[in-house]
């Protein structure tokens, strides 16, 4: 494990970018930086930091997407109500649970919600208050645990036929209460430790960089396809933090726990290919409407990409998963217990 200066830089750096991706599309910050974050920190260390600058980035979305609340108010506010329940089972569960079993369920849930979003999975949505109430706790326990939420809410909001202007403005009030409350419930359980503020000072000043800049950046850039290649990253990532820590608890051996990021990178190299290849005619009719509403994953491939640089990007990612499984499972490379 590194040392903490080596930890906050690299940790550092994994915030600025994540703060690049939060600017450039909406969300992103916790589930980018909490699966690298935590081959570093524990839960218990990192999530008080990510909460706090969490609640920062959740206004500044509101507020830019305040003519959207009132449309919206009525399909979330189920949301809100389970939250709170949620919330408290989840910040008992950080302050009592081992980290590494943490750990472990943070990935076990993250990874297939991540792969799902990425697949463009489609459901119609139409009862607020029957799927509202139980989805809301469970997004409660998740968030306060893991201090991730944006892959269930946006496949939630995907399927239900939201205005672009809504869907943003109901992301960021769900979160603007689910990152608050964990906020104060962490903080009346004593888990803002030095360590934790060390962090948040690194954090506050990469986000005042990291998000405007990725705000700039994206308009001159295809914002699918740079979605899309964040979830493989984000995905390849949860694949490996999750190998890695079954071997830490002792379940899996080296090097069959790897196995994991293997059939997880095979598995987004098939989704991409769908991505970059397969033409959705159904995409123009979904865009095209008055409203412009959004009732496919945002994964759903457009129009226009990034031209050619669109179709170098996913062979690059191709190649790079072939390099890593052969890395893997090659017998002439041993991976680090």
């Known amino acids: 494990m590194p040392s903490l200066d080596t930890a906050l830089i690299i940790l550092a750096g994994i915030a600025l970018f994540a703060a690049f991706v ?33 609640v920062l980035i959740n206004f500044y979305v509101l507020f830019i997407n305040r003519n959207g609340v009132p449309a919206v108010l009525k399909r979330v506010f189920p949301i ?5 329940p949620g919330i408290a089972i989840g910040a008992f569960v950080v302050a009592s649970v081992h980290p590494g079993w943490i750990k472990l369920g943070t990935y076990t849930v993250i990874l297939p919600l991540i792969l799902i979003q990425a697949a463009g999975w489609r459901r ?11 989805f809301g706790t469970a997004l409660g326990v998740l968030y306060s645990v893991t201090t991730i939420s944006g892959p269930p809410l946006a496949i939630l909001f995907n399927n239900q036929g939201l205005v672009k ?26 888990l803002f430790v ?15 960089v990291g998000i ?9 850039l295809d914002a699918e396809t740079f979605r899309r290649i964040c979830m493989s990253f984000d995905a390849w990532v949860v694949g490996f933090g999750l190998s890695r820590v079954l071997i830490e608890l002792n379940l899996v051996e080296s090097p069959w726990a790897y196995s994991v990021l293997a059939g997880t990178i095979l598995i ?31 994964s759903e491939r457009p129009s226009d990409r990034f031209g050619p640089l669109g179709s170098l990007l ?23 217990l």
């Open 194 to 208: 030095a360590e934790s503020e060390n962090i948040l000072l690194v954090f506050i000043p990469i986000v005042l």
């Open 165 to 190: 202007n809504e869907f943003r403005a109901g992301l960021a009030l769900v979160r603007v209460a689910e990152s608050s409350v964990t906020a104060i419930v962490y903080y009346h359980l004593g």
């Open 314 to 336: 996913g062979y690059a990612i191709a190649l790079a998963g072939i390099a890593m499984l052969i890395y893997i499972f090659s017998p002439a490379i041993r991976l680090p």
């Open 212 to 220: 405007p800049l990725g705000a700039y950046v994206i308009r001159r």
């Open 124 to 134: 119609p949505i139409r009862s607020a208050w029957t799927i509202g109430l139980p």
């Open 80 to 84: 809100l109500i389970g939250l709170l």
């Open 22 to 54: 939060n600017g450039a599309i909406g969300y992103g910050f916790s589930s980018l930086t909490v699966p690298l974050g935590l081959l570093f920190y524990t839960n218990r260390i990192l999530n008080p930091a990510v909460v706090v600058v969490e």
């Open 268 to 298: 987004d190299l098939y989704l991409l290919y769908i991505f970059f290849t397969v033409p959705r005619a159904a995409a123009a009719a979904d865009r095209s409407g008055p409203d412009d509403r959004m009732s496919s994953d945002m």
